[in-house]
């Protein structure tokens, strides 16, 4: 948080909603700067985790009885820091780790004062030795700031089955000694992707949680795009970085046309004039500067997609055969069984529902489980005049999906 920041922060006094709000904003923009720093000067990602968790805890009540102070990153740096000592002091081989504390610069008391490495944690987080899930629990707890708790609510996992992912990952990186480093040359390419996944799983789980309704979760959808500005700054030569900040730029310019009063709206749907034109013009801005440095790849793909679908005046007005070509060249980056699916709806557009539905059928293998290929397999079927087969295919799908708008929408459609 810079001066002028904390300068316009409220008051001592102000209201706890105040305080919580500011210091959601300083955890999102510091506690990964501190975990990392912490990290790098007292050898332990655990011990470091833990005590900005514990700061963060002891600021909420802090600051909602004695006012936000004139730093909060800087706040939040010392409280974390003196956590993390008491820690060290508890352990019996305190001594020899405050002498390698000693031994080690002193971490940095708020973002002014240090590089930017909260990319390196997050690398560190997203390494392949971890588990996706691992990955994605570790990301939302070490970079994010988020408790156990909210990452069990926003992945709709057990607190338990997360916290214990994040003991084992932790334990994993220790064990193996993962270092918290940007990595180089064609390592930082392969770890990018996993990188990049993993913000765009953040993003995904934000949506359609099962229990819910249209309505995306934006504390997690806000923190997946957050993420993806930091690497895409901190990496402004990688392509991709740019293609999925584009990508998740487009999407969120969206969310007001996507979920309104609760009900999910179809893209073909959606009443255009509620699309953040603010967000689209930036995502296109950014996708151009990704497509000028000449390294394409599947997130420039997925972005340049959803951009043909933001061009359109309605619906009508979509450039089908641009996104069916689109799809074609992401095949050659991205082959997994949705992107294909996707495709056959782009299909359907351009050559018909028949020849899309063999598409359809070819994928049963792999996502007969899957409740959008049901409701995909639906839409062909219908559009081929089998309404009594597409009715089938509506009702497999409602009892796959968990998400009350979905279970609303397909309700609706197979009229009862």
Request: aromatic residues 4%.
């Amino acid at each position: 948080m810079s001066e002028s920041d904390a300068a316009a922060t409220p008051s001592r006094g102000t209201g706890a909603a105040a305080s919580d709000l500011l210091l959601a904003r300083t955890v999102r923009e510091e506690s990964a700067r501190i975990v990392a720093a912490l990290t790098a000067s007292l050898g332990s990602l655990d011990v470091a985790e833990e005590a900005v968790a514990e700061a963060i805890v002891e600021a909420v009540r802090e600051w909602r009885t004695r006012g936000v102070p004139p730093n909060p990153g800087a706040w939040l740096t010392q409280a974390a820091r003196h956590n993390a000592l008491d820690r060290l002091r508890r352990e019996q081989s305190y001594r020899s780790k405050l002498a390698i504390v000693g031994e080690r610069p002193p971490v940095a008391e708020s973002a002014t004062d240090a590089p930017d490495e909260r990319l390196a944690l997050l690398f560190g987080c997203c390494h392949p030795a971890l588990s996706p899930e691992a990955q994605l629990a570790l990301t939302l707890r070490a970079v994010c700031g988020l408790t156990t708790a909210q990452i069990a609510r926003a992945t709709v996992t057990a607190e338990s089955t997360v916290a214990q992912r994040i003991v084992r990952a932790k334990r994993k990186m220790a064990t193996a000694g993962i270092p918290l480093r940007i990595p180089e040359g064609a390592e930082r390419a392969e770890r990018l992707d996993i990188v990049l996944t993993v913000v765009s799983v953040m993003y995904s789980e934000a949506h359609l949680v099962p229990g819910g309704d249209a309505a995306a979760d934006r504390d997690l959808a806000d923190d997946a795009l957050w993420l993806a500005r930091v690497v895409a700054h901190a990496l402004p030569r990688e392509a991709e970085a740019q293609g999925l900040l584009a990508l998740l730029l487009f999407h969120r310019a969206r969310e007001g046309a996507r979920a309104v009063d609760g009900e999910l709206v179809l893209l073909g749907d959606q009443d255009r004039g509620r699309w953040d034109r603010t967000l689209l013009s930036e995502a296109r801005v950014v996708l151009e500067r990704a497509a000028t440095l000449r390294h394409p790849g599947r997130w420039q793909l997925h972005a340049a997609i959803a951009a043909c679908h933001a061009d359109a005046r309605d619906a009508a007005d979509t450039d089908w055969l641009q996104v069916l070509t689109l799809y074609d060249m992401l095949l050659a980056y991205d082959r997994s069984p949705i992107v294909r699916l996707n495709r056959a709806v782009a299909l359907a557009e351009v050559a018909g529902p028949a020849e899309a539905l063999a598409e359809v059928d070819a994928l049963s293998a792999e996502l007969t489980s899957y409740h959008l290929w049901h409701a995909v397999r639906a839409r062909m079927l219908r559009g081929l005049g089998r309404e009594d087969d597409a009715l089938a295919e509506d009702l497999s799908a409602l009892e796959l999906t968990a998400n009350e708008a979905e279970r609303r929408l397909l309700h609706g459609r197979i009229g009862f």
